[in-house]
């Protein structure tokens, strides 16, 4: 009797605990108000000029080639506050500012993160406000053919009919590259990269694609032509599946390096992760 009489005290305690939990974690979630604005607009561009994109500290970019010369923006900027007055002081310093040239356009990301930017535009603006998330994600449409620069903080990533110099750079990301031609030299903190390169012959110079930490999947035509070198650098493997590569510099292939001549040779592609998994394969075996 004595234990029936401790064993319902202790699951009253419980069944309270629980609920004090529930309660505490609701409290806490609506302690932050959200706010999400859109803005779109178009910029006259010629073919051929250079585009620079500077993401925030969080958000994703999503780049895709257009037969238009002109560039079209389309940022979603979140802000997140306890009031909804830190909400509208947030939203005032938030989103991105546009440097258009001749030959070149910046899209440069702001927020209460930037302490120089504040310091121009709002001197008071309130620190506790400073940590809150926020985040923007672009979705941009520019000339198919055009240089890019790209850098990234947190968030995905997709790359599509494109071709020029492209110089990417991304802290921790989902990334997929659809390239076509041009040069490209991309590096990744951490997450899954995929590249996928569907044409035989690459129209441009080098392909150097670096990732420190996870997996990369590249997807080649089985047809390639090209100097191919994989690299893992410490821990992980390379897991390939493309046939007819022959060896290069008297080098045989490992789970950790393949130096390789694919048909006739060519470009030279480059892919490296430091830690994790580098598979190859023809483009309809990369997932």
Known sequence: ????????????????????????????????????????????????????????????????????????????????????????????????????????TRIISVGPYDKKYLKKVSKKFPKDLQSMPMRINYKLKVPAYCDLEIDGGKGD??????????????LETNARLELVGGMVTAAFGRGNVDVSIPSPSWRGRNVDVQLVNGTMNVGLSPNVNAELDAKVLRTGQIENSLKDLKER???????????????????????????????????????
């Open 157 to 170: 990533l997709q790359l599509a009919r494109v071709e020029g110099s492209m110089r990417i750079k991304f």
């Open 249 to 287: 510099d008297r080098t045989e292939f490992t789970d950790k390096l393949i130096l390789a001549k694919a048909g006739g040779g060519g470009v030279s592609m480059s892919f490296m992760v430091g830690d994790g998994v580098l598979k190859l394969g023809a483009v309809s075996q990369a997932n």
């Open 1 to 104: 009797m004595k234990n029936q009489t401790i064993f319902k005290l202790l699951l009253i305690t419980l069944v309270f605990s629980a609920f004090n939990l529930v309660c505490f974690a609701q409290q806490e979630t609506a302690k932050l108000l959200k706010r999400t604005t859109y803005k779109t607009e178009k910029v006259d561009f010629g073919a051929g000029g250079t585009i620079s994109v500077i993401g925030a500290p969080d958000g994703s970019i999503e780049v895709e080639g257009w037969r238009r010369n002109e560039i079209e923006i389309t940022a979603e900027i979140e802000v997140e506050a306890p009031t909804e007055d830190g909400l509208k002081q947030m939203a005032a310093v938030s989103g991105y500012l546009l440097d258009t040239g001749f030959a070149h």
